[in-house]
């Protein structure tokens, strides 16, 4: 039997964190995921998924994920079920995450909670300085030694590159 869920979309609403009484985290969000297809009305619909995270990835995703948030998620379907104040029996499908990726970088989300989404008109430059600070604010000789650099290492400057045949891995 095979039971695997692979899903990539945002978060509806921030995660939520708790713990079982044995001290187990235990986080539920639910992702946004767009149909492949449009309606009749030209529209794209979206499925909105129950999601549960456990152990250390559930305290990983309440820590950086949040509202908008662009998240993958691997695991598997699990159904569930109880029976409510009523006397109803209330079934429950969700899916239970082995795994959730981060898909954004940690500073392309707005002060506003909005994702980030450059318009066409914005330059390469513009966009990757949303992504990082400029190079002269992280690699200015003296200041900030060891901090990484957000500069495109393919970038060129209109020169051929000069390789050897013997330097390449195929």
């Known amino acids: 039997m095979i039971n695997r869920v692979v899903l990539v979309g945002r978060l509806t609403k921030n995660p939520e964190l708790r713990y079982t009484p ?75 995450a082995d795994s959730v990726q981060f898909l954004e970088p940690k500073g392309a989300r707005h002060a506003d909670g909005g994702s980030y989404a450059p318009s066409s008109g914005a330059s390469s430059e513009q966009q990757r300085s949303s992504y990082a600070p400029s190079n002269n604010q992280t690699n200015n000789l003296g200041q900030n030694q060891g901090a990484p650099s957000f500069e495109d290492p393919f970038a060129g400057d209109g020169k051929p590159i000069d390789i050897s045949d013997d330097d390449l891995p195929f």
């Open 22 to 96: 044995n001290g187990v985290a235990v986080t539920s969000f639910t992702i946004a995921v767009n149909r492949p297809f449009s309606n009749q009305q030209g529209e794209r619909e979206a499925d909105f998924i129950p999601v549960v995270v456990w152990r250390r990835q559930a305290e990983n995703a309440a820590n950086f994920l949040q509202k908008g948030s662009l998240a993958g998620v691997d695991g598997r379907i699990q159904t569930r079920n109880y029976e409510n104040n009523e006397g109803r029996r209330v079934y429950i499908t969700e899916v239970v």
